[in-house]
């Protein structure tokens, strides 16, 4: 009886190796790939992005710009922002997207073929990169984006060395131009949605990241020589033709989200009234594209705004007061572009390092040109008298020319991510207001606070980074952030 169980128990095991043996190759569909192919990858990281960032430069960025004020389940708006409610939280998106652009590269790496990818995919790493840090100032970075190595608890980077360590931000936008500049292959990029595979295009694109990286760090470091480079080469984006955006269109799948939203969480969003005084005080028609007359009333021609902040337990408020955010973000969506950088922009970036002495150019020049492609990216008529005898006249009246400069680009930035924020941090243009109920000592923040999430999931090193930022403080300054 023994022998007949080691027997039973021997043809046992037997059996169980012949039917584990070759389980993974059986167990494996040969039509199935293993692994994304790049174009799928690179147009999902470009459309993510631009379709998160916009809903979250309306819903959050366009509050901390005080473009828009929020009235109702509006504690973000009153500045606790480790409370979003309706938004306000980039750090998934950006690292999101981060990772899957990472194995855009990694591919490349072990693929010769798919060299024509390395180019954009550096670009987008130093662009998805200089939106990461300049919302949150030192975040994981060099030891990031490595989790199928085992690296789950990544450390802080310092932004300085974000910036400007050899495998940095400014360091891939260079990189990324050297690729492209050398890619001799005949393969197209695929997947592009920026420039339909031109990559002409993602030089120019890279060369305006550049000039706007070292606008951002001018204060920390000697930035002239590069920018007077880029800008006597003159191959950045220079005309509305060449900016780096998508178009959304009116309806679904590709529309802008708020579009989708029912109409009572749209209308949580009116005019602030910083920009109403703004737009009064230049006498400026975007108003008409941005927002809607007081009532959403098409005889009205008159807008008001509401001051940043409001206590909505505390105080009655009528939207029928005040003016909603305009067709653009919801019936004509169509109208609307994903940003990421244009050729005003550029110029505006440039115009002030001229007015700065940072490089030899007619800085009155790039400003006009700036405003200009500004108004015609928005489909608005210039004024005949905006730049000539207008409060927009470059010096009018011993006006601020700086000041001047970042309003502009202020105004023309609305829902782009949190550019207008972080413009106002880096110059204090334009003056921002006190808000109504502030709950952050009537201070404006200067960081977004880190997620509650990487105290539980990389506690140590979240503890030294909180530690470096006064705990977590939304009012400890970037380090680009000079006071």
């Not at 990031?144 to 974000?162: M, W």
């Amino acid at each position: 009886m023994k022998n007949i169980k080691y027997l039973f128990l021997l043809g046992f095991l037997i059996s169980l190796m012949a039917c584990t043996e070759g389980f993974e190759e059986i167990n494996t569909n040969p039509n199935a790939p293993i692994e994304v192919q790049p174009s799928l990858l690179l147009r999902q990281v470009i459309y993510d992005y631009g379709d998160e960032m916009s809903y979250e430069g309306f819903v959050a960025g366009n509050l901390l710009g005080q473009y828009f004020t929020e009235i109702d389940f509006n504690l973000f708006d009153r500045h606790s922002l480790t409370e979003p409610q309706v938004g306000g939280n980039p750090w998934p998106v950006l690292y999101t997207n981060l990772r899957d652009n990472e194995l855009i590269l990694e591919q490349v790496k072990t693929n010769a073929a798919l060299a024509v990818y390395e180019g954009p995919a550096l670009i987008m790493k130093a662009y998805l990169t200089m939106a990461l840090t300049d919302i949150f100032g030192d975040v994981p970075y060099s030891e990031a984006l490595k989790g199928a190595e085992g690296e789950v608890s990544p450390a802080y980077d310092a932004q300085e060395a974000i910036y400007t360590a050899p495998a940095g931000i400014l360091a891939n936008l260079e990189a990324g131009v050297t690729a492209l500049e050398n890619y001799q292959g005949s393969i197209p990029l695929a997947g592009d949605i920026l420039f339909d595979g031109d990559l002409s295009g993602w030089v120019r694109f890279a060369n305006s990241l550049q000039i706007k990286a070292l606008m951002r760090i001018a204060d920390r470091q000697d930035v002239g020589a590069d920018l007077q480079a880029l800008y006597d080469a003159g191959n950045y984006l220079s005309t509305n033709e060449q900016n780096a955006t998508f178009d959304f269109t009116d309806g679904q799948p590709n529309n802008f989200r708020m579009a989708n939203l029912r109409a009572g969480d749209f209308n949580l969003f009116i005019m602030s009234e910083t920009i109403q005084e703004i737009l009064t005080m230049l006498e400026d028609p975007r108003q008409a594209v941005w927002f809607r007359p007081i009532g959403n009333d098409p005889g009205q021609t008159q807008y008001q705004g509401l001051l940043n902040g409001p206590d909505a337990s505390q105080t009655s408020i009528s939207v029928a007061d005040y003016s909603l955010t305009g067709t653009i973000f919801r019936e004509n969506t169509g109208d609307l572009d994903a940003n990421f950088l244009t050729a005003w922009e550029t110029h505006f970036f440039l115009a002030e390092a001229a007015e700065r002495g940072l490089i030899n150019a007619d800085a009155q020049a790039l400003y006009e040109l700036g405003v200009t492609q500004a108004f015609e990216y928005w489909q608005t008529d210039l004024p005949a008298d905006y730049l000539s005898t207008g409060a927009a006249a470059y010096g009018n009246n011993g006006a601020n020319k700086i000041e001047q400069i970042i309003t502009q680009k202020w105004l023309a930035n609305i829902i782009n991510g949190y550019e207008g924020w972080i413009e106002y941090r880096r110059t204090g243009f334009p003056a921002l207001k006190t808000i109504a109920a502030s709950l952050n000592n009537d201070l404006i923040p200067v960081r977004m606070p880190y997620p509650t999430e990487e105290a539980a999931l990389n506690a140590a090193n979240f503890t030294t980074a909180a530690a470096t930022t006064n705990d977590n403080s939304i009012n400890s300054r970037v380090w680009w952030d000079k006071d």
